[in-house]
């Protein structure tokens, strides 16, 4: 459904479990000091167990012809669901010929509703990713994303001294044995009594049945 059926019409795919990619060419642009803003409107029209409803934002030189799902592109952002374990909001920029991917799990909608997506990246290298206007994440975008190396990384060339003990616990040397401690696990029932028709000549000395010491505090 739609608002006006001139003015709100969308773009829908037409057969399950296949590709689609739908590109258009716009006048090239620089957020250089500029705030850059991505957004647009998504409508699954069932609940679907796969499929991506992301954009992309493709260098100039892209061959629209050509285009396939693995053209190098600048920003990847939307909503993409694979079973119940991938319901996220990707947020993928490229730097460096690398695509880096967000170090936080931004949930997408899942249902049959129209949900607007809104990606905001700003001069002073902070992002906002909004959901129908509303907030769901944050930052800055060096923390959020790995552009940068690791300011500290693990020494490759150090090694584990000699005296080093990986237990976490060990024995107590000072703990001494409790006086009460040696107690058999079994003991004779007290409460078990000779059978009558039992005959010592024909079945041996007869001995309680044992049952578990309730004194026994292990070995």
């Known amino acids: 459904f739609h608002g006006d059926p001139e003015k709100d019409l969308g773009i829908q795919t037409s057969e399950d479990a296949r590709f689609y990619g739908l590109s258009t060419k716009f006048e090239p642009f ?7 803003v991505v957004q647009f409107t998504v409508k ?18 892209l061959d629209q012809k050509e285009m396939h799902g693995e053209s190098p592109y600048h920003i990847m ?11 996220k ?16 799990e931004i949930r997408c909608k899942d249902d049959v509703y129209t949900h607007l997506y809104t990606l905001i990246v700003k001069p002073d290298n902070t992002y906002t990713v909004k959901i ?8 800055e975008l060096e923390k959020d994303w790995s552009f ?11 090694k584990k001294p000699e005296d080093w003990d990986d237990r976490a616990k ?10 009460d401690w040696d107690q058999p696990e079994y003991i004779p029932d007290p409460d078990a009594t000779k059978p009558e028709d039992w005959d010592d000549e024909m079945d041996g000395e007869w001995e309680p049945p044992q049952i578990n010491n309730p004194a026994f505090k292990g070995e």
């Open 30 to 36: 620089s957020n250089d000091g500029k705030t850059l």
């Open 44 to 61: 699954h029209e069932q609940n679907i167990d796969c499929g991506g409803g992301y954009v992309k934002l493709f260098d100039c030189s």
């Open 77 to 87: 952002f939307g909503p993409d669901i694979c079973g119940p374990g991938t319901k």
């Open 89 to 104: 909001v990707h947020v993928i920029f490229n730097y460096k010929g690398k695509n880096l991917l967000i170090n936080k």
């Open 132 to 139: 129908d206007n509303e907030v769901v994440e944050s930052g």
């Open 148 to 158: 940068l190396p690791p300011k500290k990384i693990k020494d490759p060339a150090a």
């Open 170 to 179: 060990i024995d107590d040397p000072e703990d001494t044995k409790p006086e």
